[in-house]
């Protein structure tokens, strides 16, 4: 198991964020006011899953 400790980039778009770690990809995305969805990625894919 990795252990993320160092935030490398942040990018923001209109509705989410990505922020890379030294080891995933964290997306933040705001889907309306009240529902904010937060998903992780280790292979730097995001699968379109619910």
Do not use: G, H, P
């Amino acid at each position: 198991m990795e252990i993320c400790s160092t935030v490398k980039n942040i990018e923001i778009k209109d509705t989410e964020i990505l922020v890379t770690t030294n080891c995933n990809k964290i997306k933040i995305v705001f889907v309306t006011q009240d529902i904010v969805r937060i998903r992780a990625s280790f292979n730097s894919e995001f699968a379109e899953e619910s």
